[in-house]
C-alpha cells in the first residue's frame, strides 16, 4: 500500500511540473499590409496568464535563440530590459538606456523604450539606432498569453 501511494504521489509531482511548464509556439511571419518593410509575428505562451511572467519568459526565450553576431543589439537590450526595467503599475513608462554594443564598451548607443501596462495588455516599443523600430504586445487569453511582435526597419 505504502509502495502505491509512494508512486501515486511521484506522479503527481511530475504531471504538476509538466502543466505548469510555460510553453511558446508561434505563427508565420506576416508581412503588413503593402509595407514590405513590416513583419508581424504571432506567439502563444501557454499555461500562464501572468504578463509579466510571460514577458520575462519571452525575452529570455528570444536571447537564447538569437546568439548570433547580426542580433547582438537586440539581446543586448534584451538583457537590458530582463535585468533593468521595472514595470509600473498601469501606466506609461518612456526610459533611455545606454547599450554598451562592443566589449570595450566605446559604442554605446541611446535606445528608447515606451512601455504601456495595463491589467489585460502590457506593450513595449523600442528601437536599435539606426536599424528600426520593434514592439511587443502581450495580451491575456484565457490561459495563454498572445504575443505580437512587430518590426519595422
Known sequence: MKKIMLILALLNVLLAENTNRLEKTCFEVKICEDDYECRVQECF????????????????????????KYYKPVNAIYKQMLNEITLPKYETKIQTL???????????????????????????????????????????????????????I
Not at 125 to 149: F, Q, R, W
Request: a neutral charge.
Open 45 to 68: 505562451i501557454k499555461n500562464t496568464t501572468n504578463l509579466l511572467e510571460a514577458f520575462r519568459f519571452d525575452l529570455d526565450e528570444e536571447s537564447k535563440a538569437k546568439r548570433e
Open 98 to 152: 545606454k547599450i554598451c554594443l562592443d566589449k570595450y564598451c566605446k559604442d554605446f548607443r541611446e535606445n528608447n523604450i515606451t512601455i504601456k501596462y495595463t491589467i489585460d495588455e502590457l506593450y513595449i516599443e523600442y528601437n536599435l539606432h539606426d536599424d528600426g523600430i520593434y514592439s511587443k504586445t502581450y495580451k491575456k487569453y484565457k490561459n495563454a498569453i498572445k504575443v505580437i511582435n512587430e518590426s519595422h
